[in-house]
């Protein structure tokens, strides 16, 4: 290999690349199969239990705590991935438990035990191989090829969208025509060929081993951080983190009024801001006790996570296209044929457009006119669409809620604008992700950029739980308001805020360059 094309990164693509994305599209139909005739099975088949004005409130619970799960367990998966099992065998071995949860699903579809047993299964298989998969992609670059990452995870990103196109458009049909049995079995299938798939290509990848013991890790970084005292000089990181603490414990005590998926996500999320926020205090007491590159690796992840929680408003709004809006599209006007839910296809197929769209004519376009579209910059762009969007969802249920007659067409317009703004956050998300990741926390990294997906769905089930409150209720009555009209405004403020605060503090973060270093051939 030239000196040249070490030094620009633009290498021969992998060879075995295509092992990898073959697997993705496999395993994002069967994902997509199941997730998106979730809300409309509990509704008209599960949920029958329940009294009929209640389903949909309660579809749309079960169907954010099954998403809180899947983007819950990349923490676990990242965790053996980097320390115990390497990427390729962690992502194996929970593929198997992710086709055990298929077949309970198609097993269990009148049993309700066993189909949440079936959710269980997939959130975990799911949500341990999601931030490995990424990572294990960037792992197949180096410093000599690592401009074709780029495009690699555009393609990736590009195959999920097409293995969701089809499980979108298809599944919703299944179910109606087949029953739960075949509608979930299919799914089922597809990713026992998605494992399939990705065994066979194992002596051709480059497997990166597990990071062996190292004790100037990110956490013994950080508890040295919080514990080191200084003469004359407080604890207030200390003080921060015990506030964080004990905030998590009071969350967790609140298990019986907020249910426990609430109380222990709230205290995730106390522990990791308040723990964060402490050790940034007090970083500059590990000096000494750790070398400096470690120290400053801390706060560059530190710096990561501030990224991540900002961007965590933007998946509150996009997951409830599967949930929301399908409650919406089951009151619209829509042919005979066309169910709720297809409605759904519409995301993927926009992402296929955008993306090419995007990286040959609107990315070149912003340059020529001196404008570079970062990683950075595209979400918190993508962020702001996505708050267009709920403006639009909103203004289509208060025209419902006012007597109007709605056509299901109306939801194309929020639907671009959401993709528009997915497809900058998501993708550009994968690829800051990993680029800035330090190489001994890849695949942590990436389990706390999906466990963003499970914040965002934590502020839909709290934003739902509010509104059984009477005081809240009667305030969103004086608005002249409905309440499902009044949390689309609501979700759209939320994500413009919370891209006005991305651009400000975008602007300060200084990009890294974590890729593996090339060899010379």
């Not at 676990?76 to 992502?91: C, E, P, S, V």
């Not at 004990?246 to 609430?262: D, E, N, R, Y």
């Not at 900002?310 to 409830?320: H, N, R």
């Amino acid at each position: 290999m030239s000196l040249d094309t070490l030094q620009t990164g633009n290498g021969p693509m992998p060879k075995q690349i295509p092992y990898i994305i073959a697997n993705e599209g496999c395993e994002r139909f069967s994902f997509y199969g199941m997730r998106n005739i979730l809300t409309p099975f509990l509704i008209s088949t599960l949920l029958l239990f329940i009294p009929l004005g209640d389903r949909p409130s309660e579809a749309k619970h079960i169907f954010h705590t099954f998403v809180i799960g899947v983007y819950f367990f990349p923490l676990l998966g990242g965790w053996l991935a980097d320390r115990f099992f390497g990427k390729y065998n962690t992502i194996f071995w929970m593929s198997l438990i992710y086709v055990a949860g298929h077949a309970c699903l198609a097993i269990f579809e009148d049993n309700l035990k066993g189909f949440y047993f079936g959710l269980f299964l997939i959130a975990f298989g799911s949500g341990g191989i999601k931030p490995l998969v990424v990572s294990f992609v960037g792992d197949q670059f180096d410093q000599s090829n690592k401009n074709k990452a780029k495009v690699v995870f555009d393609t990736f990103y590009w195959m999920i969208n097409f293995g969701s196109f089809f499980a979108s458009l298809l599944m919703p049909i299944f179910l109606r025509d087949y029953g739960p049995g075949v509608a979930f079995g299919i799914p089922g299938i597809l990713m026992f060929i998605a494992t399939m798939v990705f065994w066979l290509g194992n002596k051709k990848y480059v497997h990166v081993p597990p990071a062996p013991p190292n004790p100037d890790s990110v956490m013994n970084v950080a508890r040295t951080a919080l514990l080191a005292k200084r003469d004359g000089q407080g604890n207030p990181g200390l003080v921060m983190a015990g506030v964080g603490v004990l905030g998590a414990i009071g969350s967790l005590a609140m298990t019986p009024q907020w249910g426990f998926v609430i109380a222990a996500c709230t205290a995730v999320v106390l522990l990791l801001a308040f723990g964060g926020m402490g050790t940034a205090l007090q970083l500059e007491r590990a000096r000494g006790a750790h070398p400096d590159e470690a120290v400053e690796g801390v706060r560059a992840v530190l710096r990561i996570l501030i990224v991540f929680a900002l961007a965590t408003p933007f998946w509150s709004l996009f997951d409830q296209k599967a949930s929301t809006w399908i409650i919406q599209a089951n009151d619209m006007n829509k042919p005979d044929w066309f169910l709720p839910a297809q409605m759904q296809a519409l995301n993927p197929a926009l992402v296929m457009l955008l993306i090419p769209f995007n990286n040959l004519v609107l990315f070149p376009l912003l340059r020529r006119l001196g404008w570079e579209p970062s990683s950075l910059r595209r979400m918190t762009v993508g962020i702001a669409f996505s708050s267009l969007a709920w403006i639009v969802i909103g203004g289509i249920q208060v025209y419902m809620d006012g007597g109007t007659s709605m056509s299901i067409a109306w939801q194309i317009l929020p639907y671009a604008l959401l993709t528009f703004g997915e497809v900058l956050v998501s993708a550009s998300g994968l690829e800051f992700a990993y680029s800035q990741a330090p190489a001994s926390m890849k695949g942590t990294i990436m389990s706390l950029w999906y466990l963003g997906t499970t914040i965002g769905s934590l502020w839909v089930l709290i934003a739902n739980a509010s509104v059984k409150n009477d005081a809240v209720n009667a305030y969103i009555a004086s608005t002249g308001m409905s309440v499902i009209s009044f949390q689309m405004f609501f979700f759209a403020a939320f994500a413009m805020v919370a891209a006005a605060f991305f651009g400000w503090y975008a602007k300060s973060y200084r990009m890294v360059d974590n890729y593996r270093s090339a060899k010379a051939a």
